[in-house]
């Protein structure tokens, strides 16, 4: 991004959202937190410690069918290393949904049994369901509920509202709206979230953005760049690579030129919509592991 800007994105109804989630953390049993299997690090709200650090969490690592599968396991295992229950989900193909009930049961057995102790077999479990915006949180709800209880859209804070979605009669889930927090003083985290769209397109520039993002593929992932565009990533820079896979998609304008801004919007659509393939941009070290 241009002239390494802080990115700055705390809008309003943001703020509201924090504090709604504040007040409503008193009427559930635990926190659902969703995370991008692919930026696990940089789609962890710090705000969301600090919020739920009393109550027991389920990690879930969401749209793990974009995701590197090996890295999405060291992933698991490092929260897991932290004591956090973890799950692995996509929500839209509805692999690992059918695990969700039994975790929450698992994560609240000791809540349960000190329901049954004192007659109360069959109380509903409430948990909130927290995560950044565009993380498919109401995707989420909507495949575990079986029903479209929870608008979805891919758009940045699009949630509104308290909404409380009945999974079956022992288990009710609350959608909160996406939040952000103030200031992104780390600059990989804000281009990683720019890169799955967590961010608004206004914020960045998509050519900067597209760059950084051919990149980090080619020095992590140049065989799928291959295989895509069928280039080579050697001693090539970003521009050169965007202005390759432009060519052999054939983006050119008069003169032969490469029509780069079509160039980008082609890699981070691709890559948003998991056409390039399964990445995974961020490595447990991020977490002190091992």
């Known amino acids: 991004m241009k002239d390494e800007q802080t990115i700055q994105w705390y809008p309003g109804h943001m703020t509201k959202a924090r504090r709604a989630m504040e007040a409503d953390l008193k009427l559930v049993d635990a926190v659902c937190e969703l995370l991008d299997a692919r930026i696990p690090y940089a789609s962890r709200n710090p705000d969301i410690d600090a919020l739920c650090r009393n109550k027991p969490r389920l990690v879930i690592l969401n749209r793990a069918d974009m995701a590197d599968p090996a890295m999405t396991r060291r992933w698991s295992e490092a929260f897991r290393a932290r004591g956090l229950m973890t799950l692995e989900t996509d929500s839209k193909s509805r692999r690992g949904i059918s695990r969700f009930g039994p975790a929450v049961r698992e994560l609240l057995s000791g809540k349960l049994a000190q329901y049954s102790a004192?007659?109360?077999?069959?109380?509903?479990?409430?948990?909130?369901?927290?995560?950044?915006?565009?993380?498919?949180?109401?995707?989420?709800?909507?495949?575990?509920?079986?029903?479209?209880?929870?608008?979805?859209?891919?758009?940045?804070?699009?949630?509104?509202?308290?909404?409380?979605?009945?999974?079956?009669?022992?288990?009710?889930?609350?959608?909160?709206?996406?939040?952000?927090?103030?200031?992104?003083?780390?600059?990989?985290?804000?281009?990683?979230?720019?890169?799955?769209?967590?961010?608004?397109?206004?914020?960045?520039?998509?050519?900067?953005?597209?760059?950084?993002?051919?990149?980090?593929?080619?020095?992590?992932?140049?065989?799928?760049?291959?295989?895509?565009?069928?280039?080579?990533?050697?001693?090539?820079?970003?521009?050169?690579?965007?202005?390759?896979?432009?060519?052999?998609?054939?983006?050119?304008?008069?003169?032969?030129?490469?029509?780069l801004e079509r160039s980008c919007r082609m890699i981070l659509e691709e890559f948003r919509n998991g056409k390039l393939g399964r990445f995974t941009l961020e490595t447990p070290q991020l977490l002190g592991e091992g």
């Open 118 to 259: 004192k007659g109360q077999v069959g109380r509903t479990l409430r948990v909130m369901v927290v995560g950044i915006p565009n993380v498919g949180k109401s995707t989420l709800i909507n495949a575990v509920s079986g029903r479209k209880g929870a608008r979805a859209e891919n758009r940045p804070g699009v949630t509104r509202g308290k909404q409380w979605v009945t999974v079956d009669q022992g288990l009710e889930l609350l959608d909160t709206p996406g939040i952000l927090w103030p200031r992104f003083e780390d600059m990989q985290v804000g281009r990683h979230l720019a890169y799955t769209g967590a961010v608004k397109e206004q914020v960045v520039d998509q050519e900067e953005l597209a760059a950084g993002l051919m990149s980090l593929l080619a020095e992590r992932y140049p065989a799928v760049l291959a295989e895509r565009y069928g280039i080579d990533c050697t001693g090539r820079s970003p521009w050169e690579l965007l202005e390759a896979a432009g060519r052999r998609r054939g983006f050119l304008v008069s003169g032969g030129e490469v029509d």
